[in-house]
């Protein structure tokens, strides 16, 4: 829109005291305000209010919508550092949860006029839709570098019509803001109820089509799971079922899966892992193959024995090169997280299958001999590369070599060697 400025906002410098009252520059309706006392002002956008939560920045170029939707975002504030946010407008396909959990976006530019023969909706309509704040006009690279710096902060956004804004009782909810560590956001993010999930993946000129002829039986535990990871799971034959976060091993496993998958998710693994882990844990001593993707992935590693921790920036993009260790090849990934799992603390008879070729952080683990192995990231991309989609393939191999073992067993219990203690 035409009255957005044409350089970035002013912003009071970090660190500055807000004690006495700011005044709000001219034609400014909304501020990201930081815990420590920094300012960026700029235009609102999408719904009016204010939301406080970590400021977290995303570099990629396309898939705005499938971002704000990720309920990996969950208590988070996304600054896209690509300044063509809302170019294709948004649409009721590209969405990976009907009610997106993430506190706010922020934007360097305003939201560009959509041009796409799939638009439905203007970007800031979609916003207001779905009770979000926008920011535009900030400057996200100064936001960016802070975050590289200092680390993600805690802030509080604001999108203020009438031009009036509390900056002090702004900062002052974004400093009370407990942050991640020790939340647990799964709980929020995930089903209430278990549910049958048959769609596939999307394809030119058909949209999504259903799973009429599965063959393997798939349980999901839904830490907050994106659409497109289970559509993936649909595609290579699998009737899933979907369980709630806190579904329990005998809930799980009186489904009688060919294989149990841990999704994506919000907040800290280790308060997930609270009730989560117990579950894993029980699971995992069936021998049923597993597979388990962002939060998943770092539940499995903590139920194999192995700890986690908040890491400064955080991964979030769709260009991200990770090393597959098992093959030598390299991939380019979609990554959202801001929790990894310490390598140094995996247990004997698991070992590190990813690392990422960015800071060198785990990306992937695999337990020796067994049909159990999860990522860091997101091999369903949505949005991103699909360099990855190879690993579903895997699950599914794992399941039906483990079908065919079992099969050949007959009636013997066929029972994995016991887990390590979490």
């Given amino acids: ?37 920094s300012v960026f002002w700029g235009k609102g956008l999408g719904a009016g209010g204010q939301a406080v939560g970590e400021v977290c920045f995303n570099t990629s170029m396309t898939g705005y ?16 550092t690509f300044p063509h946010i809302g170019n294709v407008g948004t649409n009721p396909e590209d969405i990976e949860t009907t009610t997106p959990a993430v506190r706010g976006v922020v934007l360097r530019d305003d939201i560009t006029e959509p041009s796409n023969w799939r638009n439905a909706q203007h970007f800031d309509a979609w916003l207001k839709s779905h009770n979000l704040i926008g920011l535009a006009g900030v400057d996200s690279r100064a936001i960016t570098r802070r975050i590289r710096d ?3 902060p805690h802030a509080t956004i604001v999108h203020f019509p009438d031009g009036k804004v509390d900056v002090a009782a702004c900062r002052k909810l974004a400093a009370e803001w407990p942050g991640l560590e020790g939340m647990d956001l799964a709980a929020e993010v995930s089903c209430r109820q278990t549910y049958h999930w048959d769609e596939t993946r999307w394809q030119l000129g058909q949209g999504y089509g259903t799973q009429s002829a599965p063959r393997h039986k ?8 994106k659409r ?12 899933v079922t979907v369980v709630p ?5 005998e809930e799980i496993l009186g489904h ?40 998943g992935h770092q539940i499995l590693a903590l139920a194999l024995g192995a700890k986690t921790t908040k890491m400064q920036r955080g991964h979030r993009g769709a260009n991200h090169p990770v090393k597959d260790l098992t093959t030598g090849k390299v991939e380019i990934t979609s990554q959202n997280h801001g929790f990894m799992v310490d390598t140094a603390t995996l247990p004997q008879g698991v070992v590190e299958s990813h690392v990422s070729l960015f800071d060198g952080t785990n990306e992937g683990i695999a337990v020796t001999g067994r049909p159990v192995f999860s990522v860091q990231y997101h091999p369903e991309a949505s949005p991103g590369p699909r360099d990855s989609h190879y690993l ?10 483990h079908k065919g073992i079992e099969d050949h067993k007959g009636t013997e219990q066929h029972k994995a060697p016991a887990v390590p203690n979490a």
């Fill in 150 to 152: 200092l680390g993600a």
């Fill in 228 to 239: 497109n990871i289970l559509r993936c799971l649909a595609s290579l034959g699998c009737d």
């Fill in 65 to 80: 919508q499938e971002i704000a939707t990720d309920p990996s975002y969950a208590g988070e504030i996304i600054t896209f």
């Fill in 256 to 295: 009688k899966p060919d294989g149990v998958f841990l999704s994506n998710g919000p907040g800290d693994p280790a308060a997930t892992g609270v009730y989560a882990v117990p579950a894993v844990q029980k699971v995992l001593e069936t021998g049923v193959p597993v597979f388990g993707i962002c939060l």
């Fill in 392 to 401: 579903f393939e895997r699950f599914v191999s794992l399941i039906e070599t």
């Fill in 245 to 249: 976060a806190d579904a329990t091993a």
């Fill in 1 to 37: 829109m035409n009255d957005t400025p044409e350089s970035p906002s002013p912003s009071v410098k970090d660190g500055a005291s807000i004690a006495a009252p700011v005044s709000v520059p001219a034609g400014v309706t909304g501020a990201l305000v930081l815990a420590d006392g």
């Fill in 218 to 225: 798939v349980v999901a535990v839904d830490y907050g799971a």
